[in-house]
């Protein structure tokens, strides 16, 4: 049953009305076709999210004193959402045809900051491991400038049970408003299409993490809904022979159709033992998603190749801010810049330097001058906040392509003009144009 | 009790505690098969049920006294004996004092002394963050005997389940100071992993409990350990300790294999402490152990973007 169609009229709980709260949103809010909806009320969000992370897999709701869950939707036109899928499909497949290019010449790897062995392993002539599919995330701000991107998460995107169940269920409290699409179920269609039916599916992350393992155990739900057999497991679990992904689990020992890598090429790596971690890039003949490629525009430092590249990319040149590497960027005497690693994965090495301590910030900029290879510089943009129930809110909204077709949305929130791990999800909903 | 008002009972809308609640195992509280007194094992009093009458106050209701906490229904390993040191209660402060406690105890201890002390007006919030085997698969494996899962959670999870009923019996005041609910073994036991184990292990961070400014607007000014025996707390909860510790919240610690009282403690600088030290050693790639989240460095981010 898709998510998307469960929805159904509300019972009410609603404290406002819609109109209320759009007078009062910022300019912004009419330029960015994006509006906040209204809060639900504390008995029926609480409902709703206990709904949410029974028997929805979100098992991180609160990340110290934040509850990750926005009791209110964020609204967006239709006609917005359309522009905002259009040009996530023509980054990921720009993204696609780059990471080709660059797989061919080994020589632009080093630029981006990857360990030297996956270097080696994505610049190798053995064949490419088949992908079981591809599923990217492109965060997206309304800025000053119109829409941005900050970066796009081509290896490991998170946040299907908030872009698909969570935005489902307050779909349901809000009528005539529809999610943007079911990004979980769209990924696990794909894979489901890529195992067959009945196929066996390993999905694999690392132990300890329960953000990542609530990722794979809702992946696996949504599989054995299209009668896939899905199993957990960790990397070393998987035995390549004779180029065939076998798991050796403790639930199930064989062949599987497919692999899900919910863990970051650049870890891989570190797998020791029997663990033939480079199959999962070339020389494997079962499908993985994302394919080993998905490092190279995962990399911050992916745009420092675009002049070498014959790769044609306007879409991400015209979305994504001025990067150079640190060494080539007044960052420590200007504002308007920013620093991150070049695998920032959750954000948790942007750095703006207004937000930070004098200490923090000393620390940082150290780190980026002893090794300015590991980071990068990216030009700023102003972010314009939303206004929301709990007050003004920067908001990112992170558009999915799966297998190139835009897929869905997933919204997060911050006071800050910094989105983090710490950033409350809200469900994006959409509205008719008028 | 059906899964939701057993979450419910343990994250009731009317604390404050409740949103630190860690749902993943009341999410598969469908694994907790319905247990009957018939099926209780042999020797199974050891278990908390049939001391829990003694030690609770009047006013809690009659208790299902004959529910054992382990689910021998299936090939599973029992839980461990719970020592009586686990039961006794009287070192815990006077909820006036307003402490908060962390109870960093194996298995299903946790839940079973997180119990007593709802008797005495603590709210227990569990904070089990580990996965449990996945629906239908054996505890231990045929061939060899040996467990199949990093860390055992059935217990834990048939105590959560079983401990809802007395939980919701005990009226507790809306400002309970809470008592936090760890699995000791959360980590694993220290033992290497084999190849085909289900690696179910985790680790809490500081974002799991709340921050020193939450606590102190609710009073709370001493935190005590309670562990069995170590003298040092765990490398993922020292740092949570000292982040509390360095904001002024005195750390106690309670060893339930000594009598007495917490005594004061004071939590030394944990390896790695501080984000933006780490954030500078992620960058020349110190940032996880070769497993993926634990070991010595504990409190990298998810995988996922």
């Known amino acids: ?434 | 009790m059906n899964k939701e008002e057993i979450y419910a009972t343990w994250a009731p809308e009317t604390s404050c505690w409740s949103r630190w609640v860690k749902p993943v195992l009341f999410s598969y509280l469908d694994l907790a098969a319905p247990v009957t007194p018939a099926h209780q094992p042999p020797g199974a009093s050891a278990s908390l049920p049939a001391s829990i009458p003694a030690t609770m106050p009047e006013r809690v209701p009659a208790l299902p006294i004959t529910i054992p906490f382990t689910d021998t229904t299936q090939e599973q390993r029992p839980g461990p004996p719970v020592p009586e040191t686990v039961l006794e209660t009287s070192w815990a402060p006077a909820i006036e004092s307003r402490c908060a406690l962390v109870l960093d105890l194996p298995c299903a201890e946790g839940v079973i002394l997180g119990l007593e002390l709802a008797a005495q007006d603590y709210r227990p919030v569990p904070l089990y963050n580990a996965v449990p085997l996945p629906s239908g698969e054996l505890e231990l494996d045929s061939m060899t005997g040996r467990p199949v899962a990093a860390v055992h959670v059935l217990p834990i999870l048939h105590a959560l389940k079983k401990g809802a009923t007395i939980l919701g019996l005990i009226d507790l005041p809306l400002d309970a100071p809470p008592a936090f609910l760890l699995d000791a073994h959360r980590r694993g036991d220290g033992r290497k992993m084999l190849p085909d184990e289900f690696d179910n292990r985790s680790v809490c961070f500081t974002t799991d409990f709340p921050s020193a400014n939450f606590l102190s607007a609710q009073r709370i000014g001493c935190v005590v350990l309670v562990q069995r025996s170590w003298g040092q707390p765990q490398l993922d909860l020292a740092h949570v300790l000292r982040r509390w510790q360095q904001a002024g919240i005195a750390i106690q610690l309670k060893r339930l294999d000594a009598p007495g009282p917490p005594v004061p403690c004071e939590i030394g600088r944990p390896s790695w402490f501080g984000a933006m030290f780490q954030r500078a050693l992620s960058m020349v790639g110190l940032h996880r152990g070769e497993a993926g989240g634990f070991g010595a460095w504990v409190t990298a981010s998810s995988a996922g973007g």
């Open chain 1, 1 to 434: 049953m898709s998510l998307v169609e469960t929805a159904r009229p509300p019972s009410g709980p609603v404290k406002r009305t819609l109109c209320e709260l759009r007078s009062e949103g910022s300019d912004g809010a009419t330029a960015s076709g994006l509006h906040a909806g209204l809060a639900l009320d504390p008995t029926a969000f609480a409902a709703l999210r206990r709904r949410a992370v029974l028997e929805g897999c979100k098992w991180d709701p609160q990340v110290g004193d934040v509850d990750i869950l926005a009791p209110f939707p964020l609204v967006m036109r239709r006609s917005v959402w359309h522009v905002l899928a259009a040009q996530a499909e023509q980054l990921a497949a720009e993204a696609i045809a780059a990471e080709a290019e660059v797989s061919c010449r080994p020589e632009l790897l080093h630029q981006l900051e990857l360990p030297r062995a996956l270097r080696i392993a994505l610049g190798g002539e053995t064949p490419l491991t088949p992908p079981a599919g591809r599923v990217f995330r492109f965060d997206f701000h309304f800025t000053t400038e119109g829409w941005r991107i900050s970066e796009a998460n081509s290896d490991v995107p998170g946040g299907f049970s908030e872009a698909s169940y969570f935005t489902a269920l307050m779909a349901e409290q809000f009528p005539g408003l529809r999610p943007a699409g079911d990004p979980g179920g769209s990924w696990a269609d794909a894979l489901a299409r890529t195992a067959g039916p009945g196929g066996v599916v390993a999905l694999l992350s690392a132990p300890g993490l329960v953000e990542d393992h609530q990722v794979i155990a809702f992946l696996a739900a949504r599989l054995r809904e299209r009668d896939c057999l899905a199993y957990l497991a960790k990397p070393q679990q998987i035995a390549w022979r004779d180029g065939l992904a076998h798991l050796e689990g403790s639930g199930y020992r064989g062949r599987v159709a497919a692999v899900v890598r919910f863990y970051q090429a650049e870890w891989l790596v570190r797998l020791k033992g029997s663990c033939d971690w480079r199959r999962f890039i070339r020389g494997g003949q079962t499908p993985v998603a994302n394919p080993g490629l998905a490092a190279i525009s995962e990399s911050k430092r992916f745009p420092l190749l675009w002049e070498q590249l014959s790769t044609p990319l306007p879409a991400w040149r015209a979305l994504l801010p001025e990067t150079r590497d640190p060494r080539h960027a007044p960052w420590e005497h200007e504002d308007g810049w920013l620093l991150k690693t070049a695998m920032c994965n959750t954000g948790e090495t942007v750095t703006i330097r207004e937000l930070l301590g004098t200490r923090d910030w000393r620390r940082t900029r150290r780190a980026a001058r002893w090794f300015p290879g590991g980071w990068v510089a990216q030009r700023r943009f102003q972010s314009v906040p939303v206004l929301t129930p709990v007050g003004p809110r920067h908001v990112c909204i992170g558009v999915y392509t799966v297998n190139g077709e835009a897929a869905g949305i997933y919204a997060r929130l911050a006071v800050k003009p910094l989105i983090d791990c710490a950033a409350p999800d809200a469900a994006l909903l959409l509205e008719d144009d008028e």
